[in-house]
């Protein structure tokens, strides 16, 4: 069973920087897609990066070019590099996993990412 346990969230300014953590557990990291997701009050939850199994990244175009997710394999850790963060980032953060072959990232459906964690607030003021 995959388990998955966030950290690093916060408050910060605007244009400021966080780094949120993904500890994981019961995957191996080539047969799941990792995403993050977030969730803001009222708001429907969304993807914002994922990783594949061979490493490759995608992102939602909001976040381009200012969050980069990466791991580390022997930790058993994903990461969420958030820079320039902007007041319209505040939500709850959360990684997910999606089991596919090769660990490909065939979609970015909340439904189909099945292993979840519990989550950590992202709060940034203007």
């Known amino acids: 069973q995959v388990q998955l346990v966030e950290s690093g969230g916060g408050s910060v300014q605007a244009g400021g920087s966080l780094r949120l953590s993904c500890a994981a557990s019961?995957?191996?990291?080539?047969?799941?897609?990792m995403g993050w997701f977030r969730q803001a009050p009222g708001k429907e939850r969304e993807g914002v990066a994922h990783?594949?199994?061979?490493?490759?990244?995608s992102y939602v175009d909001s976040v381009k070019g200012r969050f980069t997710a990466s791991q580390d394999n022997a930790k058993n850790t994903l990461y969420l590099q958030m820079n320039s963060l902007k007041p319209e980032d505040t939500a709850m953060y959360f990684c997910?996993?999606?089991?596919?072959?090769?660990?490909?990232?065939?979609?970015?459906?909340?439904?189909?990412?099945?292993?979840w964690g519990q989550g950590t607030q992202v709060t940034v003021s203007s």
């Open positions: 990783i594949g199994g061979d490493g490759l990244t």
């Open positions: 997910a996993a999606l089991r596919s072959d090769g660990g490909y990232c065939y979609t970015n459906d909340v439904e189909e990412f099945k292993f």
């Open positions: 019961g995957y191996t990291s080539s047969k799941y897609c």
